[in-house]
């Protein structure tokens, strides 16, 4: 393919995508087949000779679309949103023509000082802590784009170890394994955190212990204090807490305001999961569950749940960038420049080495959108969610189990005199003839990780602007 037909067909794809999302609302949200379906749609190895375009494109409809789980349909449900827009796409489409690899401020210097601008801008909007910014005269923290909030907590969680472990050796002024230093770490997090943390203690071989919550499925910072005295009694060194801020099954709040200040006095490293919620903050009405904030050694967001910025786009800051460096660096011959004492070279804030230019569409849809329509947009999906909250309490037949926050409702089908096992199996039925009907997709969400309880279903509300 030639520029001039590059040129063309860009233009018939640029059609397509906004017809499909022009009338993405008329498409069935969840897929017909089997696993294995397009392996009797596909040739069993690859073409020798090129192929004409049309063929390829034509193969859209034929091979792909029936396959597609259609997240930016307004019946879509499940998990979280993930919206997308026009100006988050014309970022990517300029980013990958580019197609820099931006490991260092030499191997791209825009890449790097947009990332850096455009997550000062964040920071500022969210009114996030000012030692979180790069630019700010007492200030060792600073932002970056990673791909998934996931990763974020492992950076953070290996952060926090390499720390603890140099600290320890520090104190105890002998040669010590870290490996025998790791075996005795244990980190926290409440019973609603997500999967990701319990990944993270999995990689780095580091003891995970998931605490009670409150009847608002919230972590008080007197269960942390609690645990930690635990710990320290059987010979353990707690050293990091993941504190959430709108849990993925019900969107709960930990108490930020009394698990900080235990983390400042045990000396624990406090990583803040705002995931979902981040985004809401635009808002200075929706700030409160912040309190505490101030406490934070590292702070995560995807801009890619209800931004309107489309997927991989997750917001971190960290407190102090040089414990991250101490973590990450290595440091060949052949990566090195003339300014790496001077510039951010964002590879030794992260685990791979390579890095898009995410920043493009990050700044496209700030510019585009505006403070003012994001907080708009924001709201308008909350008022969407108290909409739906009131119907569900209008009608018997179902129940709201947990309060509402931001824009995910949780509710339950009101089943009388029956156990709790038949109870979420009545309930779990529910879902799976929902989902057997192909035109909406809900998930189900479970009270707590630590007992059987009550199962109910979440809908998050996607609504597209």
Same mark, same amino acid.
């Given at each position: 393919m030639q520029a001039e037909e590059y040129n063309r067909r860009g233009k018939e794809m640029v059609d397509y995508i906004t017809k499909y999302l022009g009338s993405i609302r008329e498409r069935r949200v969840i897929p017909d087949v089997k696993p294995g379906y397009m392996r009797q749609l596909l040739p069993e190895a690859a073409p020798t000779e090129p192929e004409d375009w049309e063929n390829i494109f034509n193969d859209i409809e034929k091979v792909i679309m029936p396959g597609v789980v259609h997240w930016q349909s307004p019946h879509m449900h499940a998990y979280y949103p993930s919206l997308t827009s026009w100006p988050s796409m014309l970022g990517d489409m300029l980013a990958d023509a580019i197609n820099c690899v931006g490991f260092t401020w030499a191997s791209s210097p825009a890449c790097t000082e947009l990332e850096m601008n455009v997550m000062d801008w964040l920071c500022k909007a969210l009114e996030l802590p000012s030692f979180f910014l790069h630019y700010h005269p007492d200030s060792r923290g600073g932002g970056i784009l990673q791909s998934t909030v996931s990763e974020s907590t492992l950076v953070a969680l290996l952060a926090a170890r390499k720390d603890k472990i140099l600290q320890l050796r520090a104190e105890l002024d002998q040669d010590v394994d870290d490996s025998v230093i790791n075996s005795r770490l244990v980190a926290y997090a409440s019973d609603q955190a997500h999967s990701s943390v319990e990944k993270a203690g999995l990689i780095s071989l580091v003891k995970i212990r998931f605490l009670p919550t409150d009847d608002e499925l919230s972590l008080r910072g007197d269960t942390l204090k609690q645990a930690i005295q635990e710990d320290r009694a059987r010979g353990l060194v707690p050293f990091l807490l993941c504190s959430t801020l709108g849990t993925t099954g019900a969107c709960a709040f930990d108490k930020l305001s009394e698990l900080g200040p235990v983390c400042e006095e045990e000396g624990l490293w406090l990583h803040v999961d705002a995931a979902y919620a981040g985004s809401a903050y635009f808002c200075p009405e929706l700030r409160w569950s912040m309190k505490g904030i101030e406490f934070a050694h590292s702070f995560v967001f995807n801009p890619s749940k209800w931004m309107m910025v489309h997927f991989d786009c997750t917001a971190f800051w960290v407190k102090d960038k040089y414990k991250l460096q101490q973590t990450f660096s290595v440091d060949p011959v052949y990566l090195r420049h003339e300014n790496s004492l001077a510039a951010t070279d964002f590879m030794h804030w992260q685990i791979p080495l390579?890095?898009?230019?995410?920043?493009?569409?990050?700044?496209?849809?700030?510019?585009?959108?505006?403070? &003012?329509? =994001?907080?708009? $947009? %924001? #709201?308008?999906?909350?008022?969407?969610? &108290?909409? =739906?909250?009131? $119907? %569900? #309490?209008?009608?018997?037949?179902?129940?709201?189990p947990a309060k509402r926050h931001l824009g995910l409702v949780v509710f339950c089908l009101k089943v009388c005199n029956l156990s709790l096992y038949l109870n979420c199996a009545v309930n779990y039925k529910y879902v799976d003839l929902i989902v057997f009907t192909r035109k909406s997709l809900l998930t189900c969400a479970k009270k707590s990780r630590l007992r059987l309880v009550q199962w109910w279903f979440v809908i998050y509300l996607n609504v597209v602007s």
């Amino acid at each position: 393919m030639q520029a001039e037909e590059y040129n063309r067909r860009g233009k018939e794809m640029v059609d397509y995508i906004t017809k499909y999302l022009g009338s993405i609302r008329e498409r069935r949200v969840i897929p017909d087949v089997k696993p294995g379906y397009m392996r009797q749609l596909l040739p069993e190895a690859a073409p020798t000779e090129p192929e004409d375009w049309e063929n390829i494109f034509n193969d859209i409809e034929k091979v792909i679309m029936p396959g597609v789980v259609h997240w930016q349909s307004p019946h879509m449900h499940a998990y979280y949103p993930s919206l997308t827009s026009w100006p988050s796409m014309l970022g990517d489409m300029l980013a990958d023509a580019i197609n820099c690899v931006g490991f260092t401020w030499a191997s791209s210097p825009a890449c790097t000082e947009l990332e850096m601008n455009v997550m000062d801008w964040l920071c500022k909007a969210l009114e996030l802590p000012s030692f979180f910014l790069h630019y700010h005269p007492d200030s060792r923290g600073g932002g970056i784009l990673q791909s998934t909030v996931s990763e974020s907590t492992l950076v953070a969680l290996l952060a926090a170890r390499k720390d603890k472990i140099l600290q320890l050796r520090a104190e105890l002024d002998q040669d010590v394994d870290d490996s025998v230093i790791n075996s005795r770490l244990v980190a926290y997090a409440s019973d609603q955190a997500h999967s990701s943390v319990e990944k993270a203690g999995l990689i780095s071989l580091v003891k995970i212990r998931f605490l009670p919550t409150d009847d608002e499925l919230s972590l008080r910072g007197d269960t942390l204090k609690q645990a930690i005295q635990e710990d320290r009694a059987r010979g353990l060194v707690p050293f990091l807490l993941c504190s959430t801020l709108g849990t993925t099954g019900a969107c709960a709040f930990d108490k930020l305001s009394e698990l900080g200040p235990v983390c400042e006095e045990e000396g624990l490293w406090l990583h803040v999961d705002a995931a979902y919620a981040g985004s809401a903050y635009f808002c200075p009405e929706l700030r409160w569950s912040m309190k505490g904030i101030e406490f934070a050694h590292s702070f995560v967001f995807n801009p890619s749940k209800w931004m309107m910025v489309h997927f991989d786009c997750t917001a971190f800051w960290v407190k102090d960038k040089y414990k991250l460096q101490q973590t990450f660096s290595v440091d060949p011959v052949y990566l090195r420049h003339e300014n790496s004492l001077a510039a951010t070279d964002f590879m030794h804030w992260q685990i791979p080495l390579s890095r898009r230019f995410r920043a493009l569409k990050l700044w496209f849809v700030l510019r585009s959108f505006g403070l &003012k329509n =994001l907080q708009a $947009h %924001i #709201r308008h999906g909350i008022e969407m969610a &108290k909409l =739906l909250e009131s $119907h %569900i #309490r209008s009608n018997t037949d179902f129940e709201v189990p947990a309060k509402r926050h931001l824009g995910l409702v949780v509710f339950c089908l009101k089943v009388c005199n029956l156990s709790l096992y038949l109870n979420c199996a009545v309930n779990y039925k529910y879902v799976d003839l929902i989902v057997f009907t192909r035109k909406s997709l809900l998930t189900c969400a479970k009270k707590s990780r630590l007992r059987l309880v009550q199962w109910w279903f979440v809908i998050y509300l996607n609504v597209v602007s």
